[in-house]
């Protein structure tokens, strides 16, 4: 059964149509990638689903649970995650409240818990510290753990967005962009990161990329969005041989 | 400027930490406690030493950083902009002085008011938070500028709502409490509030609340439920505003609509941006400064007032982030929280780990 079935999903801002009938089943596991020109209603799709917009139109079920209608906290609460194009990260608070701050609903404890400091608080908080601590171990950012987030090298900063979501700790990870504004030493040590967390958190994914090089190499299954309709879908090899595709992004390219 | 104030008040208790951290642990586990302890048997002396106008003075302070860390958590560490504080501060006063003045006496607790005092404080607490509930409701569905301009609304609503109820003195004002708040009661809910308040901001909630100052979108994207932590942080905050409230009325004796109107409110926000928002420390320091300053700038007069306003339009130009803004004094944040038990629990996690898997592929710190 898929994780996630997405059926119909149309979007609009006022008249303007940034997501046309977008459909999608993902399998649990699986790595597909969201591709398509600026504007093509990549991020939209994200938002529709973790809540951010409602939807105009369409179908959003994620493992039996109905998302249209629900808050962006219930959402991530279920268990999706995302990262943003621009890093969103909360820039003056230090890097482990950052990655604490995701577990906000895995935590139980009430006001009065916290405020006289009850057991169920001190057990709940020690925890959190102590995952949130493995976590930024495992993603190479144990030396960083008490700075302040935005005093972080950019390359840090994505990881650091990474960790967060995956404290949250989702079934889908939503990553999107993640290789904007990266060099293509950081590219490829950002694609084999991608793998590894699908491996080690048994994640399903789904990547936004602008650049189709880097969706090529690691996502099994690609679709392409171009001003919000889906044109192609299809494993890497395919996608590249498809003439609607080619002429879509040597468009952009003959604009830019 | 306040940079440089920051590093001179660290530098004149520089010989003082480093005393305190020559202590042997278990000393230095106690030391807090203890002189909490001293400091309240000296507040309980305080009348016999001190002259009432100074007695009065610090009980003002006193209810000042009560009212000032609270109001800092809706401005400063959720970066919402509350202007109606005073409000609350009404609530507090009217109900805790009902119940000392008319309810418990007339259940034959006349005797028992000045035990029954903390009891009232509470209530009164409990209401102004039960009317912060009803104002965030509502107030919430949206953000921004909203809250101001609802807040503002809320003081003058309160304002006149006590002026137009004769059966409280409307506009004359309410009078017989008794003179019930002493430097020592006004010491010990200052260390409960700031202990309750700062343990609240190491907490879930209060990384919940910087978060949605920091970015609500991204917070509720990382599932913090940012309705929730908004009411929950202006329903504690207008707690506490009522027990201030109540500690006021039952110190000047006599309250009326009029000492709760915006211009209290601003006083209070004064304090929140002077001390520095997202700061418990700043909050007494801003309090403190604050109060006593208006006593010292009594020759002025009316032209007292003046300062407040003024004060507070020059640092939201030149400081906005206060003396102490988003900073901390060390012995504020609690144990676990501190720098260096982070980093030995870091350590320990990096130890174990090495033991059993391999880290994720990200190559050292090459960027």
Redesign the interface.
Known sequence: MPVLQIRGLTHYFGGLRAVYDFNLDLEPGELIGIIGPNGAGKTTVFNLI?G?YRPTEGEIFFNGHNLVGK???QI??LGI??T?QTI??????SV??NV????????S?G?PA????LPK?VR???E???RA??L?????L??Q??WVASSL????QR?LEIA??L??EPRLLLLDEPAAGMNP??IA?LM??IQ??RR?FDLTIILIEHQMRVVMGICERIKVLDFGETIAEGTPAEIQNNPRVIEAYLGEEAVV | MTRSLFSFLSRITAPFRAAYESLPPPVRRWTMPVLLIVFFIIALFAPSFVNLYWQQVLIYVGINIILTASLNLVNGYMGEFSVGHAGFMAVGAYVASILTVWVFPRWGLGEYIPYLFPLALLIGGLAAGLTGLVIAFPSFRTRGDYLAIVTLAWNMIVKSVLENIDAIGGPRGFMGMQKLTSVAWVYVWVVITIYLLRNLVYSNFGRGTLSIREDEIASSLVSVDTRKVKITVFVVAAFFAGIAGGLFAHIIQFINPRSFSILKSTDVLVMVYLGGIGSLGGSILGATVYTVLLELLRPLQVWRWVVGPLLLVLLMIFRPYGIMGMREWRFMVPREERIETIAALMERIRRKREAVAAPAPVGGSSD
């Not at chain 1, 916290?114 to 400091?117: E, I, K, L, N, Q």
Request: charged share 35%.
């Open positions: 973790t951010v808050r962006s906290d991530v609460s995650a995302r943003f969103r990260l909360f820039k003056n608070l482990l409240d604490r701050i995701a577990r906000f609903a895995r935590m404890y006001v916290a405020m006289f400091r608080y709940e908080e020690a959190a510290r102590e601590l493995e930024l171990e495992l993603m190479g144990s030396e753990a008490t090298p950019y390359g840090m990881r967060r979501a404290a949250t030493g950081e040590e084999e990161l590894w967390i080690r």
